[in-house]
């Protein structure tokens, strides 16, 4: 089976950098992905890790270990937007996908 | 290009009825997939087509769901007869690529009286 953690909530000033982690355990592991779900919206994909090392998408971010079957988001600059739940989702080489229980990040002024 | 289509956006229902939900994946995805997302929750695959044919189906409650993807283009969804547990949000996902990066459609909101 799959298994992912992250931290429930997270808060953080505006401009400021965040980043949320997320560990996961499965078999067969394939890659990670990150989804943004603002409240009453649809998950939107934000980033996909395969190999170690740190992708780069404008403010975003993603890092991927797979020796440490861990990765994080970063998010920079922080802005009021960004404010939204914050997913990782791990794919097996079945292509199943499995998504974490989200981090509710909360940007204050 | 046109995102992935869900009807109906909400629908109301007493526990025992049945209800249906419908999905149009974006054009030449060949993956779709079925989630349910509970609030303050992630969401849960219910099931997994490949073109046509079932890849997971594994959390999909097999006594009152169902599911099917006629044609291997567009699905719908059935629950039969629901329960007051069934209240959720039932997200349509499409992939190109095979899970890899996912387009989701507005989600249907049922709430079970």
């Known amino acids: 089976g799959q298994s992912l953690e992250q931290p429930s909530e997270v808060t953080a000033v505006e401009g400021a950098i965040v980043q949320i982690n997320c560990t996961y355990q499965t078999s067969g592991f394939y890659g990670l992905s990150w989804y943004q779900q603002h409240d009453g919206g649809a998950p939107t994909f934000l980033s996909y890790n395969a190999l170690d090392g740190l992708e780069e998408t404008g403010r975003f971010s993603s890092f991927l270990s797979r020796s440490d079957s861990y990765g994080y988001l970063l998010l920079q600059e922080l802005q009021m937007k960004d404010s939204a739940s914050y997913f990782c989702?791990?794919?097996?080489?079945?292509?199943?996908?499995?998504f974490g229980t989200g981090t509710k990040l909360q940007v204050i002024p | 290009e046109a995102g992935v289509a869900q009807s109906p956006r909400y629908k109301i229902i007493e526990k025992r009825q049945s209800v249906a939900f419908w999905c149009n994946p974006i054009s030449g995805h060949a993956t779709l997939y079925w989630y349910q997302q509970i609030l303050g929750q992630g969401p849960k695959l219910l099931i997994q087509f490949q073109n046509n044919g079932v890849v997971d189906d594994s959390q999909l409650p097999k006594d009152r769901f169902s599911a099917e993807r006629l044609k291997g283009v567009d699905s719908t969804l059935k629950i039969q007869p629901a329960k007051l547990e069934d209240s959720a949000v039932y997200l349509c996902a499409s992939s190109l690529d095979g899970g890899q990066k996912q387009f989701f459609g507005p989600g249907t909101r049922l709430t079970v009286l």
């Open positions: 989702a791990v794919r097996d080489r079945y292509q199943k996908v499995t």
